[in-house]
């Protein structure tokens, strides 16, 4: 019998088959790795929108002060430049000078390019295992919010309230609109009578509670008392407050016998974060985030029927005279005692800011009654999470303002959006509108809502409708008119303007440097041009691009986003 191999029937990988599975697993991984990559520079570049608009907010605020932008002449810091002129975010922690430090900081932390070494560890972490980098603090808490004064309208002698509660305030004897800690906010100055008064309501009468504010006195000097928000009068009626007394900020309430208080200081002209805690045994007040103070209280909250107010508070005499002198912005009461990680996470809150108002067409100023009229309106989600479509708890719609969940024009009083936003991205919302069947004057606005949670971010501007009612028909059949001629086809769409050169007294170059955020500011202080990269070069609102909100030509290639200083 010739001898025979015996070839082996076991399974297993051929050297091409082997080679097939590697290619698949390759092209798998990079897939994988481009859609992080993608969502990675979304993430960045609508951080980057987020920290040049802060950063443009505390420059404002500085000028109305100064009467001009930073760095003072005799303050060049880290700067360089003639006079100087350039300031990069590469060169430290304060790297533009007088707007975080000295002795009035206008902004608590100056961001940095997320490309930054200190900030790219932190971002892959986050992604990749799902922990949070050391320093970053979570959004704001909505448990147990019961009333959030953003005071971020700007205009107006109304402030919403985003907590979905609907206690809306009434601005009394006209305090001012200024640039705030985030966004818009009220100056008081120290004047009786001046104040935001909000209509009490049972969501404002808790047994436990966290109050919160951000201030920044005018003068370190106040009127004894001086509030920033209260509930009652000084005449044994005062439910709680956080005011001023001896030069410490106090909270207190009363337990219809006797009052309850704990204080801490100093009051500076600062920006301050002031929070004060209740919960059954103990009150508590921090000061920009850190306890400060701690006093036993085992009693009981008195409730009253008294407005709350936001600025002033009522002395014995039951009159408001007892006023702050200063800024007030995004007050909040909780009907519980907030931990200390969820009052950080309210200090540094910013998903407030996460709306950017792009455009809007419709409706028009004059409507007849059951009219309809088409609706267009287009926000940015400068926040760092999407957005979720949907009509349920947790999910995202825009929801009528002015006054809230008015059913005027939208039946639900909500419109819906389209498809989840990511962030960074823009989304339009189209609805239909239909007039009210009263004749009369009507607001027509809208704000952004999750659910169940809380209304944030930009209003849409207010469009008031006059609306009437239809003439009755004309009786006589009227004479057929002439055909009009056809008109021609409208002409195309403008292209946009190419980048002009900036201004001769804001060029620079960025220190020569890439990939940092840049302040150019003019040599006599009146100007300023914040610069980005962002990472997505086809970005609508890039310089070139029809959405540029600043069109110059940039100081290095490497920079294509730009804010200036407003007129």
Known sequence: MPFQIRRSRRPGFTLVELLVVISIISVLTAIGFTGVRNATSKGRDAHRKADLKAISGGLVSYYQDRDAFPPQAGNPGSCTGSNPTNCTSNTSNDWIPELTGGSTPYMQKLPKDPRQASNISGGL?????????????????????????????????????????????????????????????????????????????????????TLSAWVKPNSTT??????????????????????????????????????????????TTNWTHVTGTYDGTNLRIYINGSLSGTSGAASVMTTNTHAVSIGCRQSASTTYDMCLNGIIDEVRIYDRALILSEIIGVMNDTFANSVQFISQSGPPASMNTGQTANVSVTLQNNGTTPWYAGPGC?????????????????????????NNVDAGNQVTINFTATAPTTPGTYNFQWQMVQECVELFGALTPNIVVDVTTPPPPTPTPAPTPTPAPTPPPPPGPTPPSPPEPPPASLDGDCNGTDDVYCYIVSQDRKSFILWASLDNTEDNETIGKSGAVCNYTPPRPTYNYCVENPD
């Not at 309230?161 to 809306?168: F, K, M, R, V």
């Not at 008392?225 to 044994?236: D, E, I, T, Y």
């Not at 709680?240 to 009051?267: E, H, K, M």
């Not at 947790?394 to 389209?418: C, F, G, K, M, Y």
């Open 394 to 418: 947790n999910l995202h719609r825009l929801a009528s303002q002015n006054p809230l969940n008015n059913t005027n024009w939208v039946a639900s009083a909500r419109a819906e959006l389209p």
């Open 222 to 267: 106040q009127t004894v008392g001086a509030a920033l928000v209260a509930k009652g009068n000084g005449n044994g009626g005062e439910a709680y407050a956080i005011d001023v007394v001896s030069g410490s900020y106090r909270f207190y309430f009363w337990n219809g016998a006797s009052f309850s208080s704990v204080q801490a200081g100093p009051v």
């Open 125 to 209: 972490a986050r992604f990749f295992k799902g922990n949070k980098p050391q320093g970053e603090v979570a959004a704001a808490t909505t448990n147990g919010l019961k009333g959030h004064w953003p005071l971020g309208e700007g205009a107006g002698t109304s402030t919403s309230d985003s907590s979905l509660n609907g206690n809306t305030g009434t601005l009394i004897n006209s305090p001012t609109w200024v640039g705030g800690q985030k966004g818009n906010a009220l100056n008081f100055d120290g004047t009786s009578g001046k104040y935001v008064s909000v209509n009490s309501s049972a969501s404002l009468s808790p047994t436990n509670i």
